[in-house]
């Protein structure tokens, strides 16, 4: 059974600090994924991941993706308040099952003035 | 253009009664994905359909939910004999095709008194 899991699970940080979101998954898979969820609205795609060494940059967001280690992280660059937000990784299974997301328990993010 | 829509936004049902969710996804897209986000559970994957196909009914959680796809567009979800753990978000996605990035729809909040 794929498990993923996030670290922290809570965040609190001020405008203009760095930081990184972790992202676990127990079994092998093909594909990685970030949403942002701003509260009482639905997710946002941020980010697919494809292959090992994968980067992608979005503005002050970066997501990396190591499949050996199953590990992704998204590293945020000095932090707006616009940046407050639940943020999901969610990883495909592969194969047939790889349409079913499975997702990590959301990091929730506050960026203080 | 148009993102996933869903009805209703809200829903407030009593213990017993039965309701329907309802999905349109994106013009074009092949797949469509169901999951629920509650407090206690997170986000979970349902159900997902290919075109009017469901190959992956092992997210849902009972008999009392079944899902149905018509016309390869619009999506039902129906929740027999409602109990109170029922109560949650249900999200709707849509995507290209298989494994391709989902996009999410605002949800349903469903609560059962």
């Known amino acids: 059974e794929l498990k993923v899991e996030q670290n922290p699970l809570f965040l609190s940080m001020q405008e203009g600090k760095n930081y990184t979101i972790y992202c676990n998954y127990s079994?092998?898979?093909?594909?990685l994924y970030w949403y942002r969820q701003d509260p009482g609205k639905s997710l946002e795609s941020l980010f697919v991941l494809l292959s090992n060494g994968a980067v992608k940059q979005e503005g002050r967001l970066m997501a990396s993706l190591d499949t050996k280690a199953r590990l992704s992280t998204l590293h945020i660059t000095a932090a707006v308040h616009d940046l407050s937000a639940t943020y999901f990784c969610a990883v495909g299974g592969r194969g047939t099952s790889g349409s079913r997301l499975t997702f990590g328990e959301g990091t929730q993010l506050t960026v203080n003035p | 253009g148009a993102g996933v829509s869903q009805s209703p936004s809200n829903k407030v049902t009593e213990k017993g009664k039965d309701v329907e969710l309802r999905c349109d996804p994106i013009?074009?897209?092949?797949?469509l994905y169901w999951y629920r986000q509650s407090l206690g559970q997170g986000l979970e994957f349902l159900i997902y359909f290919q075109g009017n196909s469901a190959p992956d009914k092992s997210g849902l959680p009972s008999d009392r939910f079944s899902a149905e796809r018509t016309g390869g567009s619009v999506s039902t979800l129906t929740i027999q004999r409602t109990q109170q753990e029922d109560s949650a978000v249900y999200l709707c996605?849509?995507?290209?095709?298989?494994?391709?990035?989902?996009?999410f729809g605002p949800g349903t909040r469903l609560t059962v008194l």
């Open positions: 996605a849509s995507s290209w095709a298989l494994g391709d990035t989902q996009y």
């Open positions: 013009s074009g897209h092949t797949a």
């Open positions: 079994t092998t898979s093909d594909r």
